[in-house]
């Protein structure tokens, strides 16, 4: 009963954080004619609410797609459809068409963040309760605090409640299916991503992850007998998963593909933005965008992708464990954010999701890289006039990861779970003591050079001759940062040992 009442407590400090933070400005505000994401999301409901079903994905003079086209699978539309009903009932110019582009009230702006919470409510935070509940091998009061940490994540509170989106419902559905394969409810977790795929694309960050550990549960139960069942069974939960969603759009072949065109959009280039990758961060001292033609860009990226999480699908494959299944989420999900094609900043929070899930087993190093994905995000945020924001809902993670976990205690080459690396490496080199106090040193510089960078962004202006000079340091920082954790990751699944692969497991 007392965990219960803690674990309330820890919802409503989780649920007053965020909405304190959607009390602040949000991207786009009173910036014609584009305005922001916040409008993109607002703008979707006035198109699906006001047009049929088959003119939602195509260009015409009531749906023009250059303003804020639909971009995401039909899930992220038919929401936009469920909110659109709502705020009919509330106020109909709230998604006139076309008199609504750039609406702006403190009404509407009540209302776009309340659906926000609504579905936090609904999909995500359940989700966290029940995994951080689920954990074994840690006391109740770990739980507890895992719980807090994870919905104080500052990252996808800032985009969701400050710039404005609802990642929260697609990771939601990703944590559920991650619940759901890992208590051998597998049919279930199949389902529920299957649903993160159709509400947002990007969630094939993490679809290796699932199909190889789903692929390893099969073969470990025999291809002849039960694995083939299940097999069959899950195959048949996707494509029926898959049907039921797509289905306006199965009726013409021509919608289909304009669907697919308008979800992967290869015309818009290797990358977007200012994003904390590898081709952002090299583009700074060779332009490859100018240089190689885009087929060339793509299979650049494809290769690169690929071979940098091929290990870690092999071995989940091979080993299928649930301990394995989340390390190989963070692997994975962390490559197609560093070498894939047309990759956002926004990108890292499916990267951050399955590091939120590991903080229990290597808080320290969870930590760090949290703070690092926030950190990324700062010239988004800053552009959206969150610096302030940004500020106390990083500390206050931090503080509270410092005094749940006392991550600084947790730098032991076993707790940052390098013995077995750590042993290897010292048959041919004896001296090679030093890795629990290099990656302390590394933290320590990598923290420094965050808060002074975040410090000269805000107080300097940069050269007339580079703009973009801050924005381009903090994405190149980041990205040596994000290139660090991605060879820490893959030694831990590589170097995994089998009396490890028990530990914390999801029961």
């Not at 094609?341 to 590091?355: G, M, R, T």
């Amino acid at each position: 009963m007392e965990k219960w009442y803690l674990m309330t407590i820890v919802v409503l400090i989780g649920l007053t954080v965020r909405w304190t933070v959607s009390l602040n400005s949000y991207s786009g505000a009173g910036k014609p004619p584009m305005f922001g994401d916040y409008e993109a999301q607002r703008h979707w409901q006035e198109i699906t609410f006001n047009l049929p079903v088959k003119q939602w994905y195509f260009n015409s003079s009531d749906n023009n797609l250059q303003y804020w086209g639909l971009d995401y699978p039909p899930l992220t539309a038919y929401h936009s459809l469920l909110c659109a009903y709502m705020a009919k009932f509330i106020n109909p110019d709230w998604i006139a068409l076309h008199t609504s582009r750039g609406y702006e009230s403190q009404a509407h702006k009540l209302f776009m963040r309340t659906t926000v919470l609504i579905a936090d409510l609904l999909i995500y935070i359940p989700a966290v309760v029940l995994y951080c509940c689920c954990l074994k091998d840690i006391s109740t009061k770990k739980k507890i605090a895992n719980a807090l940490c994870i919905l104080l994540y500052p990252g996808l509170i800032l985009i969701d409640y400050g710039h404005f989106q609802y990642n929260s419902v697609s990771l939601g559905f990703a944590l559920w299916g991650v619940l759901g394969v890992s208590c051998d409810w597998d049919l279930l977790g199949s389902l529920a991503f299957c649903l993160a795929i159709n509400y947002k694309q990007m969630e094939l960050y993490h679809s290796l992850p699932f199909f190889c550990f789903l692929l390893g549960k099969c073969f470990k139960k025999g291809l002849k007998g039960k694995g083939f069942v299940l097999l069959v069974k899950l195959a048949c939960t996707v494509v029926a998963s898959f049907i039921l969603c797509w289905l306006p759009f199965f009726t013409e072949r021509e919608q289909t593909l304009q669907v697919l065109r308008r979800l992967f959009p290869v015309d818009r280039g290797l990358f977007e933005d200012k994003v904390a990758n590898i081709w952002c961060s090299f583009n700074v001292f060779l332009k490859i965008r100018d240089i190689l033609p885009r087929h060339i860009q793509l299979i650049m990226s494809f290769c690169f992708t690929f071979l940098s999480l091929l290990p870690a699908c092999i071995k989940l494959i091979l080993q299928p464990s649930s301990k394995g299944f989340k390390f190989t989420l963070v692997s994975c999900a962390l490559s197609f954010f560093l070498f894939s094609f047309q990759v956002h900043e926004k990108s890292i929070l499916l990267v951050s999701l399955p590091v939120c899930l590991v903080l229990s087993e290597i808080p320290f190093m969870s930590t760090w890289f949290l703070l690092v994905s926030t950190f990324s995000l700062l010239p988004l945020l800053l552009k959206d006039e969150l610096l302030m924001p940004s500020v106390v809902t990083t500390m206050a993670f931090f503080i509270a990861c410092v005094t749940s976990f006392s991550i600084f205690e947790k730098t032991s080459e076993e707790e940052l779970q390098l013995k077995s690396f750590s042993i290897s490496v010292r048959k041919y080199l004896p001296c090679f003591t030093f890795l629990s106090r290099m990656i302390q040193y590394l933290f320590l510089i990598s923290v420094i050079t965050m808060v002074l960078l975040t410090l000269m962004t805000v107080t300097l202006d940069p050269p007339q001759k580079l703009p973009d000079l801050f924005s381009v340091l903090v994405c190149f920082v980041s990205c040596l940062n994000f290139l660090f954790f991605l060879v820490y990751f893959n030694i831990i699944i590589m170097w995994d040992s089998k009396s490890g692969r028990n530990q914390k497991k999801i029961s």
